[in-house]
């Protein structure tokens, strides 16, 4: 009888079991998308666990250089998907249902043959896979921020909340309808992954982590980085994470003395937050440190420290990491594996009160960012050569004439920038780590007691040439642009800039081009060419691209407010002289109209990615018919400015 009642008891188990395994709900995997601005691919889901156990392996593959890794109990919703990608650390991702019962993901990710696979790591954020490939080979030209001392304010639910913002975010799935705000659930997506939709602030408010997103502006995130682990390096801490980092200015406390430097738009994993971690290697010293929550969008490190003044901030080459250590400890050599020269400087005077100076190396670079006895210091730790006269040369008769850049054995380069105590500073980091864009806003303007300012305020600029217009051919060179079969963006852009150019001098106008051949030119030196030339207008041409083929049309850009009704009038003629969707006039932030003064704007002339649009882009009818457009739309603009 006993041995009856352990059978059935086993059939009951076996069936009980059965029943949770054949009910327990598949994590429906939604979509696939890449930010290219960080190297972090995310992937969509629903009811996948938040459980560190969940994590799935990969296995490393070659002849291409890929990976790939299966989604256990997972059903795609929609069909397959594959992204391809050009001028990126990963250039395709395929996301296919691999098997049924069992329900099975696959995702295929492959990278440029040199890229060590071996670098990736997949973490589970919030019940999202988020799988990221660093140290990214990025290669746009946008700036994030890395200091940032009075970081931009947005409203949000009510108060007002700390913000950056996110300036290029190429991250487009390969099955969605072509639509103006394609990006809006992606960002979405991505906000979820990066913020706690569960976090309190101390106001017992709960926030929603889902913000409405439209494309066709400035993107903006309640969180840029997630911070996930820390570790000890040459007794200073070094905390990591995910995403772009930026700090704020450092500042003391007292009973007990601390130092203390701010994460805006940062996230602190909860495991990590607020544990006592001891700095010190040796028992002459009782430094310590804690990683804190210190507002719901806002990571806070304190150092308690009886030598608050030798503590120093060290941004990785990636800006992903962050070394606070006390300088007497630090080891320069051990900060990177690659050595910079200082190749180019840049200097502009934004507005009266607001001048920029942009160092330019050949290698990414290790860098900190310190502030008192009233310099900016730089220190540029795996720098080892400048050019000295050419550095004096941009540098003279400008905001910055007084900076001074000397090499220190085993160090590097330092770089002290005199500024006033009222001065608000910004460094921003270029995304391949090659350059440092250095802000100085004078709150006050001009201090008449202080002469060395006023010395450096520039002669009243010259009113520009009347009809003058300077035409940007999009990329060239090395730059090739957008590619598809075989068609490079750069020759379109050139064959119709020197046809705008050929059309507004029979009309009587004085076109310049930025370039007349298939010649390379920085983004600076184009905005250079424009200051140098004094027009009354700048108007760069391009042409779109996207990583589905659904989307097409025409797009005109312009960032500052002096340049709005130019793309508006360009859009205009544009739209009526081709056939084609009308994507919008748009502000963005691209450099060469955030970086001149006259009013400035870029055309995309339409989608080379879209088959339809570019066998119509290249047929001789489009191309005289864009031709017309952007010739009449700067011909009306100037005309109803006489």
Known sequence: MNIIKKFLFLIVTFLSLSLLCVNAEPAKIMSVNYDDSASLVFINSENISETDTNIPKYIRLSSPNRIYFDINNAVL??????????????????????????????????????????????????????ISAQPPILRNDYFNPVYDEEPESIPYSGITVSSQVI???????????????????????????FADSSLNNSDGKTYDSIVSIDMSSDLKLRTKYYINGYYLKNDGLLVSGLGQMTAAKIFTLDSPKRIVIDLPNSYVDKKIRNKEINLCSDMSCSDTAKIGQFEYNKARIVVNTEKTDKYIPVYSEDNQSLLFINADKLNHTALSDTTANISKVYTKKVNPKTNELILSFTSPVVHSIVRKDGFLTLYLFNVKSYNEPDIIKTLNNTYFKNSTFSLLPQIGVKTDIKIKRDDVVQVAQGV????????????????????????????????????????????????????REGINEKDITLDISKKVASYLKSKGFKPVLTRTDDTFLELQERCDITDNENPEIFVSIHVNSAVATEPYGIETHYYHENSKELAEIIQKHMISNINSKDRGVIKSKFYVINHTDVPAVLVEIGFLSNPEERTDIMSEKRKQATVKAISDGIAEYLKGKK
């Open 77 to 130: 919703s929609g069909p397959k998907q594959q992204l391809v990608f050009e001028n990126s650390t990963i250039t395709e991702i395929k996301l296919a249902q691999f098997s049924t019962n069992p329900d099975v993901v696959r995702v295929v990710i492959s990278f440029e043959e040199d890229y060590d696979t071996s670098k990736i790591k997949i973490f589970n954020i919030n019940g999202k896979y988020i």
């Open 432 to 483: 391949d780590g090659k350059a440092l864009k250095i802000t100085i806003n004078s709150k006050f303007g001009i201090n008449k007691n202080e002469p060395e300012v006023v010395e450096n305020t520039p002669i009243a600029k010259k009113p520009p040439i009347k009809n003058k217009v300077v035409i940007d051919p999009g990329h060239g060179g090395s730059d090739y642009g957008a590619i």
């Open 167 to 193: 300036q290029k975010t190429n991250i487009n799935p390969s099955n969605t309808t072509p639509s103006d705000k394609v990006g809006a659930s992606v960002m979405n997506d991505i906000y979820k992954a």
